[in-house]
């Protein structure tokens, strides 16, 4: 597991050399023909936030033929990453649930790894730093190619009240917008950032958030990122506070777990680091069923939002389960990361 980001090197060596592990040559671009928020995209495949951490990774991901993919969530000020490692192979037969008994292995042992953990605290550059980046990615997107900015707000910006986390979010998506961005992504799901209460759990302040940096962003598509809601109600009542403010929903987010290494002790070091969000094949089942809650929704709410699948899609035929659950994209995180080709597969599956 190598390519796209290299999980043996630092997030910093990753960002100043990467991308790793990704082959030269690069795929023929040409006119999309998928229609996806008034733009035409080749295939509606490509990479999620997380492995594609700068331009040159975005430039590759889109030379592999991954035609739509997410630049990793920036912030309003500098922010730095947990300590290394920050990506650790997960073993588990089977699908991580609620039920799962804790704690879980993980260590380095990628040959085996079909699940992984990933455990970064959003890291950001600076703006003045991230935003030419993420520019220059955007531009890297060849015809029937797009990039998505992804951005998040900081939990105790400003003079730390409601006003001014709100404000936070809208600034972001205003640096973003300003790098020429096509369509952009609102993380509101990370299970790093040190709250206990995800943000995309609190629909009513969700939708402040995306009524106003709407308002900032205007035709811009803004799409809500989201973590695995166990609670039908509670996912109900995040899309009627956001349906026909936003553009899409992306689910889901990495899932927690308490991961040990083989001796029983922490496997990723620091304070508040004994459980970690875990991606891949174990949480395919969580993206599936969020995907076809939220197809569902849409249907019954006869809504326009595009739905973006994500979580464990390894190949060519979970991509098509997720299409058959009403997903309009969908993306690899871990698959890509496991599998460079997983772009060219698509394309060939779709005859592009
Ligand atoms: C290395 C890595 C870093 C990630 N960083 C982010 C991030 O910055 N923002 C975000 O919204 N999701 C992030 N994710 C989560 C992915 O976007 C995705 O939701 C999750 O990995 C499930 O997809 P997968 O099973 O294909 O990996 C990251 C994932 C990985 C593997």
């Known amino acids: 597991m190598h390519a796209f980001y290299d999980p043996t090197r630092t997030y910093e060596d990753n960002l100043a050399e990467g991308p ?8 023929a671009t040409r006119a999309g023909t998928v229609p996806l928020w008034g733009e035409r995209v080749t295939t509606a495949f490509g990479i999620p936030a997380g492995p594609l951490v700068g331009s040159a990774a975005c430039a590759a991901a889109f030379r592999a033929g991954f035609d739509v993919n997410v630049y990793k969530t920036v912030r309003t000020r500098a922010h730095r990453a947990h300590p290394f490692p920050n990506t650790l192979a997960v073993h588990l037969d089977g699908d991580l649930t609620p039920q799962t008994p804790m704690p879980l292995l993980a260590d380095d042992d990628w040959e085996r790894a079909s699940s992984i953990s990933n455990s970064f605290g959003v890291p950001s550059a600076d703006p003045d730093v991230w935003q030419p980046e993420m520019a220059r990615a955007a531009a ?11 951005f998040q707000g900081t939990v105790g910006s400003g003079d730390g009240s409601v006003e001014s986390y709100v404000a936070d979010h809208v600034v972001a998506a205003r640096l973003v917008k300003e790098t020429g961005v096509r369509a952009m992504e609102m993380n509101l799901s990370c299970p790093n950032e040190g709250t206990n209460r995800l943000l995309c759990f609190d629909a009513p302040l969700v939708a402040r958030i995306a009524r106003a940096v709407k308002e900032e962003v205007g035709d811009v598509p803004l799409v809500l990122k989201l973590a695995y ?13 956001t349906d026909g403010v936003v553009d899409g929903y992306a689910a889901v987010n990495t899932m927690p777990a308490r991961l040990v290494d083989d001796a029983g002790a922490q496997a990723l070091p620091g304070e508040g680091r004994a459980v970690s969000g875990v991606c891949g094949r174990a949480i395919r089942w969580a993206g599936l069923e969020m995907t076809a809650r939220l197809a569902r929704l849409r249907e019954h709410r006869a809504s326009r939002v595009r739905l973006i699948g994500v979580g464990g899609v390894l190949s060519v035929e979970d991509r098509a389960a997720y299409v058959d659950a009403g997903a309009d994209v969908v993306m690899s995180a871990t698959g890509a990361m496991l599998d460079p080709s997983l772009g060219r597969a698509v394309r060939s599956a779709d005859r592009v």
């Open 229 to 241: 809601f166990a609670e039908d109600a509670a996912l109900e009542e995040l899309v009627a506070a």
């Open 20 to 27: 790793f592990g990704v082959p030269a040559d690069a795929v």
């Open 140 to 150: 890297a997107a060849g015809p029937g190619q797009l990039l998505v900015g992804s």
